[in-house]
């Protein structure tokens, strides 16, 4: 399994290309680039990461154009798209 | 590592024991059972192998007390799949079928015995605004630290129950958070009990004030508790009580949790009993099914020594009528006796029931309100009402606080017991272009 703090590989996150390193997850990412709000709840609430293992569903983004993938779960890819709730 | 994604694997596999869970207690019944000679398939909805507890920090090395453990694992007949669900068990030729998906593709296995190490999650208790992004759980917290997140900077107030609170500062605080608070909902004399009971366990008290001495520039302050959560589109400020003033503090990251509560969900599908809202097991671990074992937390609260005698029981209780050795028996009953004095000091206090008001969010995967479900007698009927506990999550999240404010019990547990796509649960190869996510309002409905 890629671990390691030093590779650094490159992710699109809405939009815009930003450079990791290898072996966080996407909710790791997520939140060291300031994107809090991840999702969108059913009545319009913004919403971010809770239990960060896999149990809240809190989490849900759009990876790769596959919605409702756990961020907290999957973890960063070479060329990866990432996709949140369009809240600023 | 031994870590296997489903791709790489056929999609039905025969074992012996299916091993649900890769916890300190899943890894030991595991390594135990595969010692013995017995083909063991580990399942794990982690990336890793070490469960929650045994998380390593993105790129480090894994704990000392988890290493050799890790390593046993390694270099055992064990195999261990991980970024992997478990969506159905049931009994099939004198054995169990056990469907399983990850990332979007099915896995069919077929196991004499199962042991159950499905761990806990936290339990969480609404407060306003409590779903404003930046409320995060305490183990979440540490969850997401050890991901790769950078708390460098972030103000943080820590607030909740028990003492999961004390490591999760100080790795904050070590990260270079800005930690404002830890508050500490037991009272003084409670936690003064349980600080004075730990004199028996001198290791206990050292580690307790190895942590404290990491984040010693942070108040802790006991009988303190969030009342609620103020923000936009996120966390801005919290409002905090000892019961006598109310006070408010401005940070972005809120951590909140009272501590654990286990994950019997496969356990109920399977119709195991249940006893206070834990697996039911006798001295060898047997739950009343028979070929079904559990150990660790999903038996009760009880930490990773406690999860790791209970493996290494059922790893030699499975599949034989071998008796547990006699000195892992009376280790296990001293745990034990040690883990219901703590889930006493910490139990949430009365004051917390009356956290949520009529318009807070309970369910947060359906958005249903503390006031909908009020006239509902029980969780099935509020369910019928409001959707309430039927989202993605399946009531993980709010049908644990709903026990605690309303003394609901758990509803059924039915298949698919995590979310999956419907070519998983039809056994189709999956068509990566068809995903079907959440169930919840479609097919999980023809299941009902």
């Given amino acids: 399994m890629p671990r390691g703090g030093q590779t650094r590989i490159s992710i699109v996150i809405n939009g815009d290309r930003v450079e990791v390193p290898a072996g966080i997850t996407v909710a790791a990412a997520l939140f060291n680039v300031g994107v809090s709000a991840l999702r969108t709840s059913v009545t319009g609430e913004p919403r971010g990461a809770v239990c960060a293992m896999g149990v809240c569903f809190e989490c849900r983004v759009t990876i790769d154009s596959r919605p ?16 949140t709730a369009s809240i600023s | 590592m031994t870590g296997l994604r489903v791709d790489s694997f056929p999609e039905i596999v025969a074992a012996d024991v299916a091993v649900i869970g890769a916890g300190p207690g899943g890894i030991a019944a595991a390594v135990s059972a595969a010692e013995r000679g017995l083909r063991v ?9 070490g469960g929650q507890i045994w998380r390593r920090k993105a790129g480090a090395a894994a704990a000392p007390e988890a290493q050799p453990w890790l390593t046993r694992l390694a270099d055992s007949s064990a195999r261990t799949i991980n970024g992997a669900s478990v969506v159905d068990v049931r009994p099939d030729a004198g054995g169990f079928e ?8 099915p896995l069919r296995i077929w196991a004499a015995d199962i042991v159950l190490a499905t761990g806990a999650r936290e339990l969480f208790i609404p407060f306003d605004g409590w779903t404003l992004p930046g409320v995060m759980g305490i183990g979440g917290t540490q969850a997401l630290l050890k991901s790769g997140a950078s708390f460098a900077g972030k103000r943080v107030v820590i607030a909740g129950s028990g003492p999961l609170m004390l490591p999760v500062a100080a790795s904050l605080a070590d990260a270079g958070a800005k930690l404002l608070l830890v508050a500490e909902q037991a009272g003084r004399a409670a936690v003064a009990r349980f600080a004075s009971g730990l004199w028996k366990t001198p290791g206990l008290l050292l580690q307790a004030a190895k942590y404290r001495v990491r984040f010693l520039s942070a108040r802790y302050a006991t009988g303190t508790w969030v009342t609620a959560a103020q923000g936009g589109d996120r966390l801005e400020s919290i409002s905090i009580t000892d019961g006598h003033h109310t006070w408010r503090e401005d940070l972005d990251v809120l951590c909140t949790g009272y501590g654990l509560i286990p994950n019997v969900e496969i356990a109920r599908l399977i119709g195991c009993e249940i006893r206070d809202g834990a697996i039911a097991v006798d001295n ?32 030699s209780t499975v599949g034989s009528v071998e ?25 949430p206090r009365a004051e917390l029931r009356s956290l949520p008001h009529a318009d807070t969010i309970v369910c947060r995967c359906e958005d249903v309100t503390y006031g909908a479900i009020q006239g509902a007698a029980c969780a099935r009927q509020a369910k019928l009402y409001t959707r309430v506990g039927m989202g993605p999550c399946q009531g993980r999240t709010c049908m644990p606080s709903l026990d605690f404010l309303l003394a609901w019990q758990a509803d059924t547990v039915r298949p698919p017991v995590e979310p999956a796509l419907v070519s998983v649960l039809s056994s189709e190869v999956a068509d990566e272009a068809a995903s079907l996510f959440p169930l919840t309002s479609s097919v999980g409905e023809a299941y009902q």
């Fill in chain 1, 68 to 83: 409702h993938q756990r961020a907290c779960l999957t973890p960063v890819v070479d060329g990866m798209h990432i996709q």
């Fill in chain 2, 41 to 49: 398939v580990v399942v794990d909805r982690g990336l890793e192998a």
């Fill in chain 2, 98 to 105: 056990i469907l399983v998906e990850s990332s979007g593709r």
């Fill in chain 2, 284 to 315: 060898r671990q047997r739950t009343n099914v028979n070929h079904v074992l559990a150990v660790g937390e999903a038996t009760g609260i009880g930490g990773a020594p406690l999860s790791l005698i209970e493996g290494s029981i059922a790893g």
């Fill in chain 2, 323 to 347: 008796t547990a050795s006699g000195h892992l028996s009376r280790r296990r009953a001293s745990l034990v006796e040690a883990a219901d004095r703590m889930l006493e000091v910490f139990a």
